[in-house]
Each structure stands twice: as C-alpha cells, then as structure tokens.
C-alpha cells in the first residue's frame, strides 16, 4: 500500500458520504476520496494473535494504554508501552503492522496509541469524532457500529435528541440501518476536522455491552 496525497487538499462542499469495506488492504487509501467517510479492511485474524489476545484477556483484568508511537521505533515503543501486560509476539507484531500502515498512510512521524480492555460501552450513544481520522480495530468482542451519512439525521446528535435513546430521537429511521464491523476489521473513520469534512463526519458507536464478552479496542490517532 502506497502513502496517498496530501491530507489537506481542496474539496468541494458536496456532502454525499458513503462507506467502502474490501478484503484487500488497498481499500484504506480511499479514505482519501471526497465522498468516503469510512473505509473498512475486512482483515481476519490470524490463529496466533487470536491465541494471544485471548490469553491477554485471560491474564489482565483491566488495560487502559496510551502512549506515543514513533514510526522509526514501532515495534520498540509498543514493547515498552505494554511491559506490564501479558501480550504476546504476535499480537504486538499485528499491531505493529497497524501502526506502520496509518502513519505511512498519512505520513506521520508519530501516532496517539491506545489500547483498552472494555467491559461496557465506551461510546454508547451515535457520534461524531472531532479528529481528521481515527484507526479502529476490535480484538476481541464486538465491532463499533456506524450509520452510513445518507441515513441519518444529523439534527439528533447530541444534545438535537433532547434526552432521547438514539432509537426514539429520529437519529435513524430504522434498526436495520446500523451496521457493525466483524472482530478483526480495520477501519479509518473520517472526523469532523478532516479538510472539506464538516458536518461529515461517521457517526458511529460502542455496541451494546454483552456479560462475558469483554472488547479489546485499538484506537490510533493524529497527535495534531
């Protein structure tokens, strides 16, 4: 996968948004078309860093990780950043191999790492990030939910709801109009604050909280 353009190009104010998912890495440079908001790597986890990530949740009760990562020394800071914690090779080679797509992708010298275990929604309500592009990968449990731009009402965001659930606020028509990423998919989500992006951003959210089904979250983010 090559480094696509320059981030802050100039669009136009057509707000037509969609999403794209492929099996195929190369589906994540589209994130730099006008009209994508989301662009999904539907990528299956291997049987070692599955292995590893279950032993991860079997050996630590609580991980909540941030940390810098410097693309020159990735796999070193992501050793360092999780010392502490039972993570094994593969899973920290997997996520080393995160780290260096998005910061080739946008060609960052540094990312924003954080890795969560969760055992409630973190993000239960529908929202929006007010970042460029945030990276969302789920390890374990399930995937974040989105609605595509074209389904909702974005009046209803936030305080738009007036107190009310997402599913009674006319933030979205019709239940069928979540859709879910599968355990194991990548995904770019465009912010708020990518150039051109305003009032444009994914909506999305945690899924619903499951007993027993804890989620391990990765999120990467731009430092600026």
Known sequence: MQAATALTKDVSDDLIRHSVCSDDINV????YEQNVNIAI??????AAVIADVENLL????????SAFIHAKTINEDIRDALTLHNAGDAFIDYTAELV???????????????LRILDAPMCPRFHVDHVPCRLVTTF??????WLEHDKVNRD?????????????????????????????DVALLK???????DLAGVVHRSPAYEAKQNRLLLTLDFLN
């Not at 994540?28 to 994130?31: D, S």
């Open 100 to 114: 260096d797509i998005f910061c080739t992708l946008f060609e960052l010298d540094e990312v924003g790492f954080r």
């Open 41 to 46: 790597w539907q990528r299956q986890l291997s």
């Open 156 to 184: 209803k965001l936030g305080h738009g709801s007036k107190g009310l659930e997402d599913g009674v606020s006319g933030l979205y028509a019709q239940r069928t109009d979540i859709k879910s990423m599968n355990t194991g």
């Open 140 to 145: 374990a449990g399930k995937g974040t939910q």
């Open 191 to 197: 912010g708020e604050t990518w150039m051109g992006n």
């Open 28 to 31: 994540l440079t589209r994130i």
């Open 58 to 65: 079997e050996t630590t009760s609580s991980l909540n990780k």
